[in-house]
């Protein structure tokens, strides 16, 4: 009767879904899981397992923030927002006459020459 109503105020597929809903309630009672999960829910020693897994996810994801990088741990190595040793060589293009000649005029398609150059790609 309900679906009925449905259908008439929102459309067939609105009240093909409430049927659904309530076809897959009586099928999950008929089968037990609705049992199942009431003793899963009421039961102290399931509870205990969530709880556990918890504390292993979270112990899980401490330890990843805390796992230092092999990289970072060489010493003179250079982080993203540290600063260059002492001798070293900046690989950068020097502006010359040359660079000057091949710039096309346009700013934007200047710095990504230059961007593409650092990286040795011409």
């Not at 099928?27 to 037990?32: E, P, Y």
């Not at 330890?63 to 250079?78: I, N, R, T, W, Y």
């Not at 040793?85 to 096309?104: C, E, I, L, N, R």
Request: glycine content about 16%.
């Amino acid at each position: 009767m309900l679906s009925v109503r449905q259908a008439r105020a929102k459309g067939w597929a609105a009240s093909l879904q409430m049927a659904a809903g309530g076809f897959l309630l009586m099928g999950a009672s008929a089968i037990g899981i609705v049992g199942f999960v009431a003793g899963l829910v009421l039961s102290p020693v399931a509870w205990a397992g969530v709880i556990l897994l918890g504390v292993a996810g979270l112990l899980f994801a401490v330890g990843q923030k805390l796992e230092v990088p092999k990289d970072s741990a060489k010493p003179g190595a250079v982080g993203e927002s540290g600063r260059a040793p002492k001798g070293a060589v900046d690989a950068g293009p020097k502006k010359g006459k040359k660079q000057q000649q091949s710039s096309s005029g346009d700013p934007e398609l200047d710095d990504i020459e230059a961007i593409l150059r650092r990286h040795g790609i011409q």
